[in-house]
């Protein structure tokens, strides 16, 4: 059985390794790696073209991703948000991707495809940032080259062992498949639990955007307070008018001369208002008692039609560009 397994993959081989990491790089939750793996070690047998196998890698990691990189530039940080929702830890997924951008920036993907979850985040990103489409092919493609090369080079160097190993799941047969296929929803589900109790965690009351306009217009306003990090607010240059800028570890800092019993109102744009809660658990850990994040966030406010301005060009993260035009 074993040796019909490597048979179909030594015949589909190619074309198995471009649709799965095409698959893998357009999002679909499918490893590309164990493939590439078997593929380097049918390599080492003669069995497979080493330079076609790290042809159709390559080939199919450049299309996936350029499609999320065209993506990027065109609609920027939405891209980023609209992924994050669908995922399995919403709360960390765009912020640590920006973290890892704001220290690597485009050389960002030569190390994406090696930690889970940017892979799929970082080519969306650096679109939006702008990074010129020459470069992007150039340190994609190096990236990928590397990524490949590495799994490749795991399944030639132990190509006995691989083969030991489809031989033993040959003989186990549907048992195998089986509980491959339990851990793998015992996985989903655990990281669906965490989720869930994160966002329990963070259950707490938010302001509406209405309810917040009418305390504005009343002149009652509330100190609004910009968690976004840097590079969310290069991605997206909008604020709420008069907002102090904050990212979540500096927001206890930020808010230090403001009485403890001003009403404050935490916003972002990030799903759930994961990092608005946690800013406002920051605050209310501090002794501010009066602390809401704003339900929906920027997007929100934004899309009810309320002001907005946009950042200065100069200072960006210091305050807003008054003369800036507003929404209706």
Known sequence: MAHEIIA??????????FLNVLAAQAGVPVP???????????????????AGIVAAALAGSLIG???????????????????????????SCVKQSELRFQRWRGQVLLVAKFVPGLSLLAPPLVG?????PRNFVLLDGLGALLWAGVSLALGYAFAGE??????????????????????????????????????????????????LARAIAAGHAPV?????????????????????LAEIDGVVQVVEAIPIDRELVVY????????????????MARGYRRVRPLRGGLDAWDAA??????????????????SAPTAA
């Open 65 to 91: 991703d350029l499609a999320w990189y065209l993506a990027g530039r065109r609609y920027g940080a939405g891209v980023m948000r609209t992924l994050c929702r669908i995922s399995l830890s919403p709360d």
């Open 224 to 244: 609004v307070i910009d968690v976004r990090s840097t590079v969310a607010r290069q991605l997206d240059d909008r604020v709420i008018p008069d907002a102090l």
């Open 268 to 283: 972002c744009n990030c799903p759930n208002e994961v990092s608005a809660a946690y800013a406002a658990q920051a605050l």
């Open 8 to 17: 179909l993959i030594a015949q589909y081989g190619l074309l198995l390794v």
């Open 32 to 50: 590309a790696v164990p493939t590439l793996v078997v593929a380097g070690a049918l390599a080492a047998g003669g069995r497979l073209s080493l």
């Open 305 to 322: 039609g309320y002001t907005v301005h946009r950042l200065a060009e100069a200072g960006a993260g210091q305050g807003v560009d008054d």
């Open 128 to 132: 939006a940032m702008g990074l010129p």
């Open 162 to 211: 691989v083969d030991r190993v489809l031989d033993a799941v040959a003989h186990a047969g549907t048992a195998t498949v089986e509980v491959g296929a339990a851990l793998l929803v015992a996985y989903v589900l655990v990281r669906w639990w965490r989720r869930e109790r994160l966002l329990r965690s963070l259950r707490m009351a938010r302001i509406g955007v209405e309810e």
